[in-house]
């Protein structure tokens, strides 16, 4: 019922600000990127991967709005819930909060989902992963058992009454029920809604790169729920886009944070079989492709990555001796580079893909211009003129 309810929620209100999988994207536009993207270039082009989005956009009255939401990655699909997979992560930058990581770092493994949301929304998050486990079989015969959800935020006070706690569980609950494969809605949408980039709106993105190793191939997906950085630094494919588009900067209006406000979480998936201190190598490369697109790592940005595989299910012989594959370390180049290119393009989707917001109290984020952006492009010699 509340999904219903949600649902025609999201559908009435503002609709012109909702993302969707119809949007263009960065290439659609003739943004060039290197390397070879899978079939959706997508996270999801991860076999048995899922993402579930929930969308709140509503107004409160009195200049007070919602612009918020909840994302899910779910590595495994249904069987996320009581299947681990080997994970690690890396923080660039630590103003931000990613729970869970600890026992990441001791176990490397991650058990369970990984969710993003709004910084003062990871508690009512946090606990609804637990329940939701607990529904999907995350518990033993007695009903015991124990869970230290992955559960990670970025900022979106500037178009959302962050204060007002209007995330609840049900949001969360539904992100996880919903989540499916296939495309994935980019920009306005899930964690993402309310998200800046560069002073542009911004919010989720996504990629993927093939790529093979030892004659094998292998998938390398990428999302990002993008909220950070200025607009002077921002590059796009090597351009300095953000000297030549210089207005409707987000924050240049009376009552703007004085300072980089932003954060940006990198969620990457493979399907090559790497072991959790290979996989947070993997999660360090990221932090190339954010830089590729401008990000210095700044005081107030929380920067933090978590890289997992779904190769093999490290969980399945856990009374008795077992044996995992790894690639071996002379041979994980490709795997970093399809990282490092897979991040840069999934930021520039998600900002491709926003769409103008106004917000908590009258607060606005502008979409980056797609034809002024293409005209930047093209001065540099640099727009793919087939699109």
């Not at 612009?67 to 495994?76: D, H, M, S």
């Not at 290119?341 to 797609?370: C, P, Y």
Request: proline share 5%; charged share 15%; glycine share 12%.
């Amino acid at each position: 019922m509340y999904k219903a309810i949600l649902g025609t929620l999201v559908a009435i209100c503002l609709l012109p600000t909702i993302g969707s999988a119809a949007e263009p994207r960065a290439r659609d536009i003739g943004v060039p990127f290197a390397g070879t993207p899978g079939p959706l270039n997508a996270i999801t082009d991860v076999a048995g991967l899922t993402v579930g989005l929930e969308t709140i956009v509503k107004d409160l009255g009195d200049g007070k709005a919602v612009r918020t939401g909840v994302t899910a990655i779910l590595p495994r699909g249904a069987a996320t819930a009581s299947s681990p997979s080997f994970a690690g992560t890396f923080s660039l930058n630590g103003n931000g909060e990613m729970t869970g990581t600890a026992w990441i770092e001791e176990s490397g493994m991650l058990e369970g989902p990984v969710l993003i949301t709004n910084t003062h929304s990871v508690g009512v998050v946090h606990d609804a992963v637990i329940e939701w486990r607990v529904n999907n079989g995350g518990a033993d015969a007695s009903g015991y058992w124990w869970s230290l959800p992955v559960v990670a935020e970025t900022w979106d006070g500037w178009l959302n009454d962050i204060n007002g706690f209007h995330v609840t569980p049900e949001h969360a609950m539904a992100a996880l029920e919903s989540a499916k494969s296939g495309p994935v809605a980019e920009g306005n949408v899930g964690g993402g809604t309310g998200m800046i980039c560069h002073e542009f709106k911004c919010g989720t993105g996504t990629a993927s790169r093939r790529t093979a190793v030892l004659g094998e191939d292998y998938t390398v997906g990428v999302l990002v729920q993008a909220n950070y950085g200025s607009r002077e630094t921002l590059r796009i494919a090597g351009v300095p886009v953000g000297q030549h588009i210089t207005h409707d900067q987000a924050y240049d209006m009376p009552g703007a944070p004085s300072s980089e406000t932003g954060s940006i979480i990198i969620v990457v998936a493979t399907d090559a079989p790497l072991l959790p201190h290979q996989l947070k190598r993997l999660a360090k490369r990221a932090a190339l492709g954010l830089a590729r697109n401008g990000s210095y790592a700044g005081n107030g940005s929380g920067d933090i990555f978590i890289a997992l595989s779904t190769a093999g299910d490290p969980g399945a012989q856990n009374q008795a001796l077992s044996s995992v594959q790894m690639v071996p370390n002379d041979e994980i180049d490709p795997l970093f580079l399809a990282t490092v290119q897979a991040t840069e393009e999934a930021i520039i989707n998600a900002m491709v893909a926003g769409r103008d917001m106004v917000g908590n109290r009258g607060n606005q984020a502008k979409a980056i211009n797609h034809d002024e952006l293409r005209a930047v492009l093209r001065q540099y010699n640099r727009l793919n003129e087939g699109h």
